[in-house]
């Protein structure tokens, strides 16, 4: 069975920085893409950044320039460094990735729990 766990979530100023982790654990035997989506109250679940495994990666346009996202494929984890936040970031983070299970497993989207992000102004 396949896990991802966010830590890192917490409350900061505007302007001011964070950093969010994600690890996946269990049966895996290959991670493709890795990704943080968010979703404020009321609102529908968006991308904020994914990368491939080979490092290519893809951001909203809102958070060009401000984030910065990274993964470690031999520790199967993956990195948010946030900065300059503004009160538009808040919301829940979550970590997303494809993972195949096994060398024969169908590719399959797993999610995290959420990690709880508040930017004050």
């Known amino acids: 069975q396949v896990q991802l766990v966010e830590s890192g979530g917490g409350l900061v100023q505007t302007g001011g920085s964070l950093s969010l982790s994600c690890g996946a654990s269990?049966?895996?035997?290959?991670?493709?893409?890795m990704g943080w989506y968010r979703q404020a109250p009321g609102k529908q679940r968006e991308l904020v950044a994914r990368i491939e495994s080979d490092g290519t990666t893809e951001y909203a346009d809102s958070v060009k320039g401000r984030f910065t996202i990274s993964r470690d494929n031999g520790k199967n984890s993956m990195l948010l460094q946030m900065s300059s936040l503004k009160p538009e970031d808040t919301g829940v983070y979550y970590c997303n990735a494809v993972i195949q299970p096994f060398v024969r497993g169908t590719l399959s989207n797993y999610w995290g729990r959420g990690t709880q992000v508040t930017v004050s102004s």
């Open positions: 269990g049966s895996i035997f290959r991670i493709y893409t």
